[in-house]
């Protein structure tokens, strides 16, 4: 009932308010160790300290506040920028407006999810991606809540240990055949069954309720890829945002299977 609750006001106050909208504002993420090492964000004079996303209105002036001084950023329309580690290292990459990666307890957590109108799913490399309609811009207009924390969207690892799967792979578009669709024999999956975390090694794949899907792995170098899927007789399509080739894996059994036969089992 309270969730219900807190679902209802967030609402409330995103009419009350203009909600923040990617396509045309920005958003600041500062992780725990940096804001252990005492950074924050400042937004036209405001500081935040806060450990979910912070919006940046277009035009308005952003800063990181470091203990040696405050350090003036500029964050582009649909741009989200972490800062990352003691140092307060500064990384760019496309705003998620559908998932969030956070750390904390399950039961905290899952709170969160529900106040927001998502899910959570736990990572295999640590921490939780929760995924449902504009679950980062909701995230935003929450300031703080207890035992959750926004993590950067690739966790880091130790000791990385990266595949080539063909989501990664820059190939030319090429076109199928009817051979090729006649090669995957089966029933076109229900779209909603295949929502979840499909993982190989360390390399992850989410695949949300809105039909969008997320590729990571946790070397910091390899960028997070991201498109859209569509079911199909026998598997899955899955159509990359940045324009690559459309990559086709097979369902076999409750685990996807690439063309260069890697599989990802939930």
Same mark, same amino acid.
């Given at each position: 009932m309270r969730n219900t609750i807190a679902a209802l006001a967030l609402g409330l106050l995103a009419?009350?308010?203009? =909600?923040?909208d990617p396509e045309r504002d920005g958003f600041v993420v500062v992780d725990e160790d940096a804001r252990n090492a005492g950074i924050a964000v400042e937004v036209s004079g405001e500081r935040h300290s806060g450990a979910l996303p912070v919006?940046?209105?277009?035009?308005?002036?952003?800063?990181?506040?470091?203990?040696?001084?405050?350090?003036?950023? &500029?964050?582009?329309?649909g741009e989200l920028v972490e800062v990352v580690g003691a140092s307060g290292e500064l990384r760019h990459r496309d705003t998620p407006r559908d998932q969030i990666w956070v750390g904390g307890d399950e039961a905290s957590v899952t709170a969160f999810a529900e106040m927001i109108g998502a899910r959570a799913t736990r990572l295999p490399s640590g921490g939780w991606a929760v995924e449902?309609?504009?679950?980062?811009?909701?995230? /935003?207009?929450m300031g703080s809540v207890s035992g959750v924390g926004a993590l950067a969207m690739v966790p880091?690892?130790?000791?990385p240990d990266v595949i080539d799967v063909a989501l990664f792979v820059d190939r030319a578009p090429v076109e199928?055949?009817? =051979?090729?669709?006649?090669?995957?024999?089966?029933?076109?999956?229900?779209?909603?069954?295949?929502?979840?975390?499909?993982?190989?090694? *360390?390399?992850?794949?989410?695949?949300? &309720?809105?039909?969008?899907? /997320?590729?990571?792995?946790?070397?910091p170098e390899?960028?997070?890829?991201?498109g859209t899927y569509r079911p199909?007789?026998?598997?899955v399509d899955f159509v990359p945002n940045d324009g690559g080739a459309? =990559?086709?894996?097979?369902?076999?059994?409750?685990?996807?299977?690439? *063309?260069?036969?890697? /599989?990802? =089992?939930?």
């Open positions: 009419i009350a308010c203009e =909600a923040p919006a940046i209105p277009e035009g308005a002036e952003a800063a990181v506040v470091r203990p040696g001084g405050v350090e003036p950023i &500029a964050v582009e329309p449902g309609p504009d679950a980062f811009v909701l995230a /935003s207009l880091p690892a130790d000791r199928r055949t009817a =051979a090729d669709d006649a090669a995957l024999a089966g029933p076109t999956p229900d779209a909603a069954s295949l929502v979840g975390l499909y993982a190989h090694g *360390d390399v992850s794949l989410l695949l949300d &309720a809105a039909g969008g899907w /997320s590729l990571w792995t946790t070397d390899q960028p997070v890829r991201a199909r007789p026998g598997g459309v =990559a086709v894996m097979e369902l076999t059994g409750d685990a996807l299977v690439d *063309d260069l036969g890697v /599989s990802f =089992a939930p």
